[in-house]
């Protein structure tokens, strides 16, 4: 007769997720090394910020469906000029002890060597598609993250007032190229002759 192994454990999975907890970091002493191993095996997008982590919200249907609309005509625009585009997951290490999450990451070149196996250390675009849940960490927060970091534009999709900011670095802040809204097509600082319609991105199902 077969005994399974199960029936000589006692610890319960609430016993074992209470050691597990009790093991981790507390919040303010987390490690990068630590950050780094939660996140390549956690289901959920978490960011990390001089010892502190953050679980992101999950994201929505619309939330999924407008980056994914957007991700094709950066492709297009981007990949046969021999550029890369990934989306979400993939951590942006903005420096030591700082990394996010972008929705979507391009760099013009593929042999960038930016483009590291864990993580990226730098693009030449970043995308968000703002979160209903948090939305200052979009518009505030991350804005001056992707400045901080050198990262040339930074597009903000904000479907709670159906905009497209695109922002372009100077020296070390922010300068808005413009703002878009329905009926007109957001272009690009970086990408000469990209332009996606706003109606489009808004629309997408």
């Known amino acids: 007769m077969l005994v399974s192994h199960h029936s000589t454990i006692t610890t319960s999975q609430e016993e074992l997720d209470a050691l597990v907890c009790s093991a981790a970091p507390r919040q303010g002493q ?3 090394e630590d950050y780094l191993w939660l996140s390549g095996h956690a289901s959920a997008l978490i960011e990390f910020t001089d010892g502190y982590i953050e679980v992101l919200p999950v994201p929505s249907d619309r939330h999924q469906s407008t980056l994914l609309f957007l991700c094709q005509p950066f492709l297009a625009a981007n990949e046969l ?3 890369k585009v990934l989306v979400a997951p993939l951590r942006l290490r903005i420096h030591s002890g700082k ?5 979507l990451l391009l760099v013009r070149s593929a042999r960038d060597t930016r483009r590291q196996e864990q993580f990226w250390t730098g693009a030449n675009l970043v995308l968000e598609v703002v979160s209903h849940k948090k939305p200052e960490r979009d518009l505030v927060e991350k804005r001056t993250d992707h400045a901080e970091g050198g990262i040339p534009e930074y597009w903000i999709i904000n479907p709670l007032n159906e905009t497209i900011m695109v922002l372009r670095l100077l020296g070390d802040a922010r300068g808005e190229h413009e703002t878009f809204g329905r009926g007109a ?3 690009s600082a970086l990408l000469e002759g990209f332009a996606v319609s706003v109606d489009a991105v808004f629309d997408a199902e």
């Open 185 to 187: 097509q957001a272009t």
């Open 30 to 32: 987390w490690h990068e």
């Open 81 to 83: 000029q021999g550029g």
């Open 99 to 103: 990394y996010r999450e972008p929705d």
